[in-house]
Every structure is written in structure tokens, then in C-alpha cells.
């Protein structure tokens, strides 16, 4: 064997292939999803250029055909890169592009959710796919924990009509229950993270949760809302709302301790007639007389209950209807509790004679959903998002139990000492 032919054909090939990033397969970092305010378009470059929540300015495209191709078909499924490319500019011609979002979106104002940003090597962000959330002035968005509940009267969620509300709760809101801070959660208005208040009204939702000071094992967690006003057609504002209602057995653990926190004197609070007559004497003033020594957290975010406009809803029930006759295969927004997305609102005038209301426009999750067959499907219900929020607040520094206050001590004048001048009185501040 010529020695010499051996060495260059082995220089061609060497081991470890698994483990080399070839031209066909860039390395990047997933990002996740991104929300940005759009500030500019590049055309060319099929690139926005925009802020963040948080302020932070970023430039992000849309992958082209090739990198879609590399980096987001699934190579298992299609093993040759002729069958990812082809599969690539089927989808890359689907989607939405900076003309089509330039003629959607009012230009300062609209915000666009790109999904699976990665950073390529060279500091560029690319994303899979990218949606428009808010289009303008009169729009707002949020991220939040979504539930969508299925109406009782819609037993087949197959109706194009079907109403749908839906429960939405931020949990980065997690504060400790003080009056004023129920008070700010219950107003009826919402802010997105854009800064922009809607002037449509909005039913406001209080997540409360519990939590006893020496057992973190247990956190009772429940929704509550504001009441209905008939006469005036609207929400009643303000933290004694939640209260006018009876307690009933599915919230008076969380409502009494809240009561306690917020200053809501327990021969205050009304019970329903499902609340059991040892509840009501016995357990719910221990509750009370607990929350009142320090021994009991509290702990609430703020959260909305609104209807989702007639375009999402008929997009909500198709999914339904398509989840349900796939036997589980496929995941159904509607059966899994709580999940993270990006929701847009607007504000919408209100029938004759009503106020005008904030509304859920667009509802894009930010978590992969699991249909109810896999393995690795687990509703995310209200325990679990109380727990969230209780940890929210402990990372936040709060100090979620109050030390029972001490009775003053009064002191003797010295009988020599002119006296001083009345000053009112000032309630100590709360620890946070």
C-alpha cells in the first residue's frame, strides 16, 4: 500500500463528527420569547429594532430559509437538509415579514412577541416566528399567568359564538396585604408593561394567598373579584368590594386571614350558608386571632377577569374543538390551569348605557403546553401559582408576618418639665 496515499486520504476524515458544528448546524443560545415595542424596520434585513419591558433596546430578524432550516426543524424528523430546507421555505413563506407588521402596526406604538430568539455567535438575535400583540395607541399588553375556563353552558365548546373569559394574574406584582395595596389592586383599571392605562374598565382580580409561619407546606390560594354595581353598571372599586359577598367554603380560609391583614374587623365579615356552623365560630376567629398575632402569611397579586374578544374567542374554541378530537394528542389552552403568556388589550365601548371595557384582544402562551396524553402534562393550578406568588414576595425582601403590636407604655411627667405640645398620633409603619 502506498504509504503516502494512506495519509492524505485519512487528512479527509477524522473522528468526533458528533461533536462538530458544521456549515449545516449554527450554535447559538435560546433566548425564548421576546416582547419588543417597535421603534424601526430594516426591510432589507427583515429586522426589528425596538425596547423591551425592561427598557433594553434590541434588534432582532426573522431567520431566513437556511437558518430556519439549521436551526428549527427537527432534525430527527427530517434527516436529509434538502428535507429541512424544503420544509423551511414552506414556513418561512407563511410567515408574517417587517412589510406585513409595517402596515398592522401603528409605528412607535404596536409590539410584536418573537418566538424561540436565539443569539447566534456573532451577537445576532433570530427569531422562529413572530406575531404582532398590540397595533395601537388604544392597545396594552402584559405578561401574565393565563387560565381560560370553559364555560358550564358550553358542554361541547364547539359553538362559534361561545363566550369566553378569562382569569389573568401577575404574579411579579406579589406584595404584602395591606389596605393600600388591595386598594390598588382593585380599581378596575389596567396598566401593561408598555405604561399605557386603558380607559376601558376592567374587572379587577385579587390572588390571595395564605401561608402559616411555621409550615410552608400548605398555601390556600383563591381568585377574588370585585362586585358587580346594577345601578351604576359597572365594578365596584376599592378593597371593601371583595368583602360585600358572604364568604363562602371555597374561600373564607384565604378571605378571613386577608380580612385580618387589611383591617376588616372579623364581626364585619358575612358567611354563606355552606360555610359549616364550626367554621364560623370556631375556626374562623382562631384564623382571624392568628393572622392578627403574626402567626399566618398573606400574600396578594394583582390579576384582571375579562371577556376575550370575539376574534380570539372563535380562535379558542377551533383549538378547543381540535384538542378534543385528537383524544388528547394535542394540548388545550382551556384544561390546564394557569399559563405564562403575553396578553394584549383593548379597550372596547360598552353597550347602551354601560361603561366602556378593556377586553383580551390576543393571547400568545410563553411556555410550551403539554397535551393531556403526555407524560409530562400537569395542570398548573391555584396552590401552585399561590406558591409562586409567595415566593415572589420572600425573594422581594417582604417580611410577611407582623409582630402583634405592643400596648403603649405611658410615662410620668417630671412635674417640672413644661409640657410639650400635642402632636397626633402616627400608626407605626410596616415592616417590609
Do not use: C
Amino acid at each position: 500500500m502506498n504509504q503516502s496515499w494512506k495519509v492524505e486520504q485519512m487528512a479527509q476524515y477524522s473522528f468526533g463528527n458528533r461533536q462538530r458544528t458544521g456549515d449545516n448546524e449554527k450554535s447559538s443560545e435560546y433566548l425564548g420569547n421576546i416582547v419588543l415595542k417597535v421603534e424601526a424596520y430594516d426591510h432589507e434585513a427583515n429586522a426589528v429594532r425596538g425596547y423591551t419591558a425592561d427598557g433594553e433596546a434590541m434588534t432582532i430578524r426573522l431567520s431566513n430559509a437556511k437558518e430556519y432550516a439549521d436551526i428549527y426543524v427537527n432534525r430527527r424528523q427530517h434527516t436529509t437538509q434538502d428535507a429541512r430546507e424544503r420544509i423551511a421555505r414552506k414556513q418561512t413563506g407563511a410567515r408574517a415579514d417587517t412589510g406585513t407588521f409595517n402596515m398592522k402596526l401603528d409605528e412607535g406604538e404596536g409590539t410584536i412577541q418573537f418566538q424561540s430568539v436565539r443569539k447566534l455567535d456573532n451577537g445576532e438575535l433570530i427569531a422562529r416566528w413572530a406575531e404582532s400583540l398590540t397595533t395601537n395607541a388604544n392597545e396594552s399588553y402584559i405578561r401574565a399567568q393565563v387560565h381560560i375556563p370553559i364555560p358550564t353552558s358550553n358542554e361541547e365548546t364547539s359553538g362559534r359564538n361561545d363566550r369566553r373569559r378569562v382569569n389573568i394574574v401577575l404574579p411579579d406584582t406579589a406584595s404584602l396585604a395591606t389596605r393600600d395595596n388591595l386598594d390598588i389592586f382593585t380599581q378596575n383599571r389596567v396598566t401593561g408593561d408598555d405604561g399605557k392605562e386603558l380607559s376601558g374598565q376592567i374587572r379587577s382580580a385579587v390572588m390571595v394567598a395564605v401561608q402559616a409561619a411555621d409550615d410552608p407546606t400548605e398555601t390556600p390560594a383563591r381568585l377574588v373579584w370585585t362586585s358587580w354595581d346594577s345601578e351604576a353598571k359597572s365594578f365596584k372599586a376599592g378593597s371593601d368590594a371583595l368583602f360585600e359577598k358572604p364568604l363562602s367554603k371555597m374561600n373564607w380560609e384565604v378571605m378571613v386571614p386577608l380580612a385580618a391583614s387589611v383591617g376588616v374587623k372579623f364581626a364585619e365579615l358575612k358567611f354563606g350558608n355552606d360555610v359549616s356552623g364550626g367554621d364560623r365560630s370556631t375556626n374562623a376567629p382562631a384564623l382571624y386571632d392568628a393572622t392578627m398575632a403574626g402567626n399566618i402569611k398573606v400574600v396578594i397579586a394583582q390579576g384582571f377577569n375579562a371577556e376575550a374578544m370575539p376574534r380570539l374567542t372563535e380562535e379558542l374554541v377551533a383549538m378547543e374543538k381540535e384538542a378534543h378530537e385528537s383524544e388528547g394528542r394535542k394540548p388545550m389552552m382551556s384544561d390546564r390551569g394557569f399559563f405564562a403568556a403575553d396578553v394584549s388589550l383593548r379597550s372596547r365601548e360598552g353597550g347602551e348605557g354601560f361603561n366602556a371595557e378593556a377586553s383580551v384582544k390576543q393571547i400568545l402562551k410563553n411556555e410550551i403546553l403539554q397535551p393531556a396524553a403526555s407524560q409530562s402534562y400537569a395542570p398548573r393550578g391555584l396552590y401552585a401559582l399561590g406558591e409562586q406568588i409567595m415566593a415572589v414576595a420572600e425573594q422581594k425582601g417582604f417580611k410577611l408576618t407582623v409582630a402583634p403590636k405592643a400596648e403603649p407604655v405611658v410615662q410620668k411627667e417630671p412635674a417640672l418639665e413644661q409640657k410639650a405640645a400635642p402632636r397626633p398620633a402616627m400608626s407605626a409603619p410596616l415592616d417590609m
